[in-house]
């Protein structure tokens, strides 16, 4: 059972590039990493080249729909340009770590990664300080973390790493590179998600224009709470025992 469940749930790419950079963004603290990672899907104007969802006991069947189109819970895009692979999600990473690492890894290995992003928020005890939200690194790969010194971004000095990232971390054969940005908020967080993303820009060389950039993660933060809150209302009205459309 466990070993037909394993081949039901394999992952296949319509394409294949070779030796891409991939950036992946579960949600987190803010919404940091799934905001960072459609702004980037939309700017670029990537195309799909697969889907995923996690099929588990703990894990509720619900699709979001927006705009009259699916909402992928985990999709990954392509931009040949920049050869770049994007993973994004809105499928909470919450009990399913372990399973997300070996997904983002499994991607990986399938396309030969040139290196492994991961992108982050992380919450601050601090109050909110407007323009200085900050951004941080973390790799063990010593000629990375050079590279990000040279660059004049910081460190992450101290702290605990946890959930999905923690598991990559632990996990990951590839070279690979945390990049986190400090939120105050446990709702979608578009100033720490376009901080993020231009501490991305300037370590892979994007050249993204950041003029439209925080108005452009505002937008896409205001689609997103529209499919968590009907992802919140499809929950209740799970529990409650009772079906509906939600729109």
Known sequence: ????????????????????TVIEG????????????GFLIDHLKCEKIGSY???????????????????????????????????????SAAGLEWQVAELIIDVCKQLEAKELVTLEGVGSTGEPSGKDTKAFYFTKDPALSKKLDK?????????????STAAILLKSPFK???????????????????QIIELVDDYLGLKVDPKPLLKQAEEFEKKLKQIVQHGEKAQKLKKQKKFTYIG
């Open 176 to 194: 690979t590179t945390c990049l986190f940005a400090e939120t105050h908020t446990k709702m979608p967080d578009s100033k720490a998600a376009a």
């Open 151 to 163: 660059l004049g971004h910081k460190c992450l000095n101290e702290g605990i790493i946890v959930g």
């Open 53 to 91: 969802f996690f099929e588990t006991v703990h894990t509720p069947s619900m699709v979001a729909i927006h705009e009259c189109k699916m909402v992928d819970p985990v999709g990954i895009y392509y931009n040949k340009k920049s050869n770049i692979v994007i993973i994004h999600a809105i499928t």
């Open 1 to 20: 059972m466990a070993k037909k469940e394993k081949e039901k749930k394999k992952l296949t790419l319509t394409k294949k590039p070779k030796n891409p």
């Open 26 to 37: 579960f949600p987190g603290i803010g919404l940091v990493g799934t905001i960072a990672t």
